[in-house]
């Protein structure tokens, strides 16, 4: 059994059910995959609904029990992100074939595949440190569409007011929240 390490994965579910898809093809992505279950409900939901093709789903993480620090106010330390899970996730998610693992950080995958896009979906799960959300915030923005959405983990950890400020400006407004997620949709271009 896939397993998640957050919560309010209903909302996630409902946010991705009710996602207007206006494109041909389908792009969405899940940064900080870890054991799979936000990616597998992403999947799920858009297999469900999507008329055109789902070209893929990018799943972006580094794993190997990295160090780093994870939040603003806290030191860096290295969390059980292993290898053996890795292999583990890439077996539980073998049957979805638009499920695309890029083994490595946030930012070595917005240096190295800046023309993938345009993006449906992106759900912020990886870094937790205010620049490191806004940095992705703003490389997905600039690669999204009308009705994309964002959603974004554990946003209580970081300044999730300056991230939504800079988004609209790209078009996204806050459409909905829980405890622990917070769901965003670009509304305008």
């Known amino acids: 059994m ?31 995959v870890r054991e799979g279950l936000g990616s597998k409900i992403i999947m799920d939901g858009i297999r469900g609904q999507a008329t055109g093709s789902y070209d893929a789903h990018v799943g972006i993480d580094p794993y190997g ?16 992100y292993t290898n053996n899970m890795r292999l583990q996730l890439e077996k539980d ?21 800046p023309e993938y896009g345009p993006y449906n979906l992106v759900h912020f799960d990886g870094p937790h440190m205010t620049k490191d959300v806004l940095n992705e915030a703003v490389f997905f923005a600039e690669r999204s569409v009308i009705n994309s959405r964002f959603i974004f983990d554990d946003y209580k950890h970081y300044d999730i007011d300056l991230i939504c400020k800079s ?15 917070i769901c965003l949709e670009k509304l305008t271009p």
């Open 2 to 32: 896939i397993k998640g390490d957050s919560t309010d994965y209903n909302l996630l579910d409902n946010w991705v059910r009710t996602l207007k898809i206006k494109t041909d093809k389908v792009l969405t992505c899940e940064i900080g």
């Open 65 to 80: 029990n990295l160090k780093y620090q994870h939040y603003d106010n806290s030191p860096a330390y290295t969390a059980d």
């Open 93 to 113: 998610l073998s049957d979805y074939k638009e499920f695309k693992l890029f083994h490595m950080t946030d930012k070595e995958f917005m240096r190295r595949y």
């Open 167 to 181: 988004l609209h400006y790209y078009g996204f407004k806050e459409i909905d929240k829980g405890e622990n997620k």
